[in-house]
């Protein structure tokens, strides 16, 4: 039998401020990803009263895009709520809306149907503590909502849930992980010594992908002028393309769109300048963080710059071009810090590796991933020279 809907029709109560402390700690080599996987036991914030609180009021909600209308969690037939994955920071659930009832001017007609078909993803704080980071996420997503050109690069935001402390935006059930996954495993099972030496994708494919990373990565630090601060396949979706709108269709059949956002800083004026409200360290991924961010894991902490970003998509288009998820396969997570930590080797480390043929030596993988992956980061390209380089 179908669920009827439930709105989220929340009693606020006066919660205590969240705290704006964020543990330190590393976060597992991979987030825990799934399309859409099998509910789990952890209540929705409809089920769960404590996860309705007044949200924060402090200065960091002024300006930011709202989201008011009504949203309903979609269930399963055992009334679980329906996920599209989560992370350190939050559950993200799937979701549709339906516009609130007052924002309808008196005598229109009740909203279509199709105004309810949009599938929304909506994420939510997972603990207390993810509060400050979502509300800052909210913020960094609003400002570059009214960047020019988002569109193409960066997850479709449509507004902060204040009474959920949670983030409502498209849904993009792809991610690039899962992407990556996929590929591997076919290539697993039609194995053939003919294609050995190329990205798993095909090299046509892998490099309008790469191309577009890079773009997408040039637009956030050149254009919208902040720092990603956590790239990696899970924090990266994958819309597909309509094929119906292109002359010619595209090679890699997905525009790449950055999501997460809860690390993201702004490229700083000044060297010293910190945001201590975002997620900092704690969201990090070994093998995709710059080793000279690792390294400050056990000194201050340091914010991440363009340099760590370029670094960390580098390590992104490694692990796309061996269909290696973790990069090193067959590692504990102790040695894959430590590789990661030696992360200016990393080309070296994925040749060695089982699928290390399909980085050859002068091929366009190399030569695109190691000028970014140099251990100095004063030394490593910049995003407009990486488009160039790119294109070529
Ligand atoms: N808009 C979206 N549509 C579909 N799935 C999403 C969306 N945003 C995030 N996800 C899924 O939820 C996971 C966790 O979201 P993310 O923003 O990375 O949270 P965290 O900050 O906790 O890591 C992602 O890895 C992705 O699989
Ligand atoms: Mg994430």
């Known amino acids: 039998m179908a669920n009827p809907p439930v709105q989220l029709s929340l009693q606020t109560t006066q919660g205590k401020s969240p705290s704006t402390q964020v543990p330190s700690s590393l976060t597992p080599p991979v987030t825990p990803i799934a399309k859409e996987r099998p509910p789990r036991s952890t209540p929705s914030p409809i089920q769960d009263p404590k996860a309705a609180q007044t949200p924060s009021t402090s200065k960091d909600n002024v300006g930011t895009l709202q989201f008011t209308d009504d949203l309903e969690i979609c269930h399963d037939?055992?009334?679980?709520?329906?996920?599209?994955?989560?992370g350190v920071w939050s559950i993200v659930y799937k979701a549709r809306s339906f516009p609130h009832p007052q924002t309808n001017p008196p005598g229109t007609p009740p909203s279509s149907p199709t105004s309810r078909s949009q599938v929304l993803a909506v994420k939510a704080p997972l603990r207390r503590d993810a509060r400050p980071v979502l509300n800052a996420e909210a913020s960094t997503l609003t400002r570059l909502t009214f960047t020019q050109g988002h569109e193409q690069y960066i997850v479709p935001f449509?507004?902060?849930h204040a009474p959920l402390g949670a983030l409502v935006m498209s849904a993009i059930p792809t991610s690039l992980a899962s992407y990556i996954e996929d590929q591997s495993k076919q290539a697993r099972t039609h194995h053939t010594t003919a294609t050995m030496f190329d990205p798993v994708?095909?090299?046509?494919?892998?490099?309008?992908?790469?191309?577009?990373?890079?773009?997408g990565l040039n637009w956030l630090h050149q254009v919208a002028a902040v720092v990603h601060g956590d790239i990696k396949p899970h924090n990266i979706l994958l819309r597909p393309i309509d094929t119906d709108d292109c002359v010619e269709a595209p090679a890699f059949p997905f525009q790449p769109l950055y999501a997460d956002f809860s690390a993201t800083v702004d490229i700083p004026v000044h060297a010293e300048a910190r945001d201590t409200t975002r997620a900092s360290m704690?969201?990090?991924?070994?093998?995709?963080?710059?080793?000279?961010m690792l390294a400050s894991l056990t000194s201050t902490e340091m914010a991440p710059t363009p340099a760590s970003d370029v670094f960390s998509l580098a390590a992104t288009l490694l692990a796309i071009a061996t269909g290696d998820l973790l990069l090193y396969p067959n590692m504990n997570h102790r040695l894959?810090?430590?590789?990661?930590?030696?992360?200016?080797?990393?080309v070296d480390f994925a040749r060695s590796g089982v699928s290390g043929s399909r980085v050859p030596r002068n091929g366009f993988v190399e030569r695109i991933v190691k000028p970014a992956v140099v251990k100095d980061p004063a030394m490593r390209i910049t995003t407009p020279e990486w488009v160039q380089l790119a294109s070529c």
């Open 77 to 86: 037939e055992n009334n679980r709520s329906l996920e599209f994955g989560r």
């Open 158 to 160: 449509h507004g902060y």
């Open 201 to 215: 994708q095909g090299p046509a494919s892998y490099q309008d992908l790469a191309r577009r990373l890079i773009t």
């Open 282 to 292: 704690s969201s990090f991924t070994p093998p995709f963080t710059a080793p000279e």
């Open 336 to 346: 894959r810090l430590e590789m990661a930590r030696a992360g200016h080797q990393i």
